[in-house]
């Protein structure tokens, strides 16, 4: 294992430590990987493993194109043909999180796309162009890659119905970022319709986000 490796190993453990601790998942669901630069691999969660008892050593090496592991005695993630999928229709995405946060499943289950409206967007910019809802498949499924894959086309992040959000970033910390805010912008939406309409940002301030967004180099 090259220090590339090690170092990318070390920051996925402490990614899922850190969303363990937002609560955006719960039990052993969700999962994370990051892809090792410059090669078509990425590593992965293992199955079954709560993400606050991720340590380095436990995840999984596995080929992105054949999906074959490489390293590792564990089973990698069920979700594993998603994570692969959006590495190669996002060629600059370095990391997938996958979770499933309490008010991004309530609106996922009322296929309520999450519509940007407060101002704390600025903090995670890419989001601006919202977050919109795949087609319905069960959990590990090609059917829900193809269905995940085809809504991501434009969006670096995606409700799943009855099931939780996704989230890509240009590395594994960006894709958490992005993940803490669409949780924080799901409850602000859930708490927007228990008193009104909700109204989404003004269409010039989600277009000065998304420049924002390109001008920091995140993904978008
Ligand atoms: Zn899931």
């Not at 910019?125 to 894959?149: C, H, M, Q, W, Y």
């Not at 799943?160 to 959000?165: I, T």
Request: hydrophobic share 40%.
């Amino acid at each position: 294992m090259d220090n590339v490796e090690k170092d990318l190993r070390e920051r996925l453990a402490k990614v899922g430590r850190l969303v363990w601790d937002q609560k955006l998942t719960h039990g052993s669901s969700g999962n994370i990987s990051a892809r090792i630069p410059g090669t078509n691999k990425c590593i992965i969660k293992p199955s079954g493993y709560s993400f606050g008892d991720l340590e380095p050593h436990h995840f999984i090496v596995v080929d992105i194109e054949t999906r074959k592991v490489l390293e590792g005695k564990e089973k990698p993630s069920i979700e594993t043909p998603f994570h692969t999928r959006l590495y190669k229709q996002w060629p600059e995405a370095g990391g997938v999180v996958h979770v499933h946060p309490q008010y991004c499943t309530i609106l996922s289950i009322l296929e309520q796309e999450i519509i940007p409206m407060g101002i704390e967007i600025f903090e995670a910019p890419a989001l601006a162009r919202g977050i919109p809802v795949s087609k319905f498949a069960p959990p590990g499924t090609d059917e829900l890659a193809d269905n995940l894959v085809e809504t991501m086309k434009d969006h670096i992040a995606c409700l799943m119905p009855h099931h939780g959000l996704t989230t890509i970033g240009k590395t594994i910390e960006e894709a958490a970022a992005n993940a803490k805010m669409a949780e924080f912008l799901a409850k602000l939406h859930y708490e927007v319709m228990l008193v009104g309409e909700p109204r989404p940002l003004r269409e010039d301030v989600k277009k000065t986000l998304i420049e924002r967004a390109k001008q920091k180099g995140l993904l978008i």
